[in-house]
C-alpha cells in the first residue's frame, strides 16, 4: 500500500456522485472497494461505463449487488478492511417516490439499516452518509440550516433519508461509530443522472424535444457542482465527529449531537438560481432555443432550496462556489463528446 493511502468502502460507485468520489480518491492514491446493484431505474449502460472508467485502475475493485442483500454487503465490507465508508448509494429521485414507494423502503431503509451493521462489525475510523435538501420538506425558513426542524418531509423519499440519519445517530450513540450525514443540494455535472432536469433539458433541447418547465419557470435551486461537492466530502473525511468537540466559531451552531460521534451538513453554496435562467444558460452553452412546455408544480416539489453553506465552511474551510454557467458549460461539453463517443461505437459508425 502507498504511504499515506488509506481503504474506503464506497456504496453506488456506478452511480453519478459516487463515480466522482471514487475517482477523486483513486486519483489521491488511495484504495476503493465499490459496492453497486446496477438497479435499472435509468440506463443501466452508463453505470457501466462508469464503473469501466473507475476498473482503469488498479486500487479500484468492485461487487456487484444491492444494499438488500446483507450477507453480500458483510462480504464486502470484510474483504475492503475499510477505514472510511461512504454511503452514497440510494433510491433516488423525488418524482419517482410517487410511482414506486416501496423501493425507497428497500433500499434507503433496508438498505441503509444493513449498512450501518456492516459499519458496526467492521469499525471504520469514520462513516460518511449522503441525505438530502428534501428532508427539509415543508420548512419556509430561509436558507435552510442544519438545526432547522425537518419534521415535515413531503415525499416518501425525504422521509427514507431523514429515517436514516436518525438511525445512523443510534448506531453512532450505542455502538461509537464517528458518523457524518450530509445533506445535498441538487448535484449536477458531466455523467450526470438522465433523469434529472440539466440532463432531460440538454437532450430534449439538443433533439428537438419540447422541455416541461413545472412551476412556471418560478422555483429556483441551489444547483451544487459536482467536483465542488466531492471536494467537500473529502475534506470532511478529517474532520472525524467527536462528543464534547463542537466549532466553536461566531454565527456557527453545530449539529454535534451531545451524546453521540455524529452530526450533519449542509453541501450547497447557498446562491439559488431561478429555473427560468436555469434553462436559458443551456440555451447559451447549446446554441439552441427550448420549446418550454410551461406545467404547475408536481407533488412533493418545493419552491426552493437555499443551503446555509456555513456550518461546512467554518468545518472544512471550503463552500461550492462554481458558477452554475461554468457547470453548465463543462456539462454541455461532456455530454455532445459522450453521445459522439457512443454514435461512434454502434455497428456502422455514426
Not at 459499519?119 to 420548512?139: C, D, F, I, M, Q
Not at 430561509?142 to 448506531?171: N, Q
Not at 461537492?229 to 461566531?250: Q, S
Not at 447557498?270 to 435562467?277: D, H, K, Q, R
Request: aromatic share 10%.
Amino acid at each position: 500500500m502507498r504511504r499515506g493511502s488509506m481503504r474506503f468502502l464506497i456504496t453506488g460507485t456506478a452511480g453519478f456522485i459516487g463515480f466522482h468520489l471514487a475517482r477523486r480518491l483513486l486519483d489521491d492514491g488511495h484504495f476503493v472497494l465499490g459496492y453497486d446493484g446496477f438497479t435499472p431505474y435509468y440506463d443501466v449502460t452508463l453505470k457501466r461505463e462508469r464503473h469501466a472508467l473507475l476498473a482503469c485502475s488498479n486500487g479500484f475493485s468492485a461487487v456487484e449487488a444491492k444494499l438488500e442483500d446483507i450477507d453480500a454487503l458483510m462480504r464486502a465490507t470484510e474483504r475492503a478492511e475499510p477505514d472510511i465508508i461512504v454511503h452514497l448509494a440510494a433510491q433516488a429521485g423525488v418524482r419517482y417516490s410517487l410511482e414506486a414507494p416501496r423501493t425507497y423502503v428497500e433500499s434507503n431503509l433496508i438498505g441503509s439499516f444493513n449498512l450501518l451493521e456492516a459499519a458496526r462489525r467492521s469499525e471504520p475510523k469514520h462513516l460518511l452518509l449522503a441525505s438530502t435538501s428534501s428532508v427539509y420538506g415543508a420548512n419556509t425558513d430561509m436558507p435552510f440550516r442544519e438545526r432547522d426542524r425537518a419534521d415535515h418531509p413531503l415525499t416518501i423519499y425525504a422521509a427514507t433519508k431523514k429515517a436514516m440519519e436518525a438511525m445512523a445517530h443510534s448506531y453512532a450513540h450505542l455502538w461509537s461509530i464517528p458518523t457524518t450525514c450530509f445533506r445535498f443540494f441538487t448535484v449536477y455535472g458531466p455523467w450526470g443522472r438522465p433523469d434529472m432536469a440539466l440532463f432531460k433539458f440538454v437532450d430534449a433541447i439538443e433533439h428537438g424535444r419540447s422541455i416541461p418547465v413545472f412551476g412556471g419557470g418560478e422555483t429556483k435551486r441551489d444547483f451544487t457542482y459536482v467536483d465542488d461537492l466531492v471536494e467537500a466530502v473529502t475534506r470532511l473525511m478529517a474532520r472525524i465527529p467527536e462528543v464534547g468537540n463542537p466549532v466553536l466559531a461566531d454565527g456557527i451552531d453545530d449539529t454535534l449531537s451531545p451524546v453521540a460521534p455524529w452530526r450533519v451538513v449542509n453541501i450547497g453554496g447557498g446562491e439559488p438560481v431561478g429555473l427560468s435562467l436555469f434553462i436559458d444558460t443551456i440555451e447559451s452553452c447549446l446554441g439552441r432555443i427550448a420549446v418550454r412546455d410551461m406545467l404547475p408544480m408536481q407533488p412533493g416539489d418545493v419552491p426552493i432550496t437555499f443551503a446555509d453553506p456555513r456550518l461546512l465552511e467554518a468545518l472544512t474551510g471550503y463552500r461550492p462556489s462554481t458558477p452554475v454557467q461554468e457547470g453548465i458549460r463543462r456539462f454541455v461539453e461532456w455530454y455532445r463528446r459522450h453521445e459522439a463517443e457512443r454514435a461512434a461505437s454502434r455497428p456502422g459508425g455514426p
